[in-house]
């Protein structure tokens, strides 16, 4: 689990819920979300955004370059139907 997600969008969707919501989390992920939490929720929104975006692209990146490695095809070479279906089942298949 990604607890920076978690964090991230706890805060942008439901931040009055997040706080609870921790109680959800595997110990060692509560713990390390809870020191996130506190060292970012008192950032303004725009910075969550900022933030939220760039984990997104982050992970993007990461599965595309997952897709290249594991077929030698770069996703943007892939019609643009398919290729969010063969990133979901390459992760599937790795699972």
Not at 8 to 26: K, T
Not at 45 to 58: F, G, M, P, T, V
Request: charged share 25%; glycine share 4%.
């Amino acid at each position: 689990m990604n607890v920076e997600a978690f964090c991230y969008l706890g805060l942008l969707r439901f931040p009055e819920q997040l706080e609870a919501s921790l109680a959800l989390l595997p110990d060692g992920d509560r713990e390390q979300a809870s020191n996130l939490l506190a060292s970012v929720k008192e950032l303004p929104h725009a910075e969550l955004l900022q933030r939220w975006s760039k984990l997104r692209n982050e992970e993007a990146q990461a599965l595309h370059q997952h897709v290249v490695e594991r077929t030698g095809i770069p996703v943007e070479a892939l019609p643009p139907s398919l290729r969010e279906w063969l990133v979901a089942w390459l992760t599937d298949q790795d699972d």
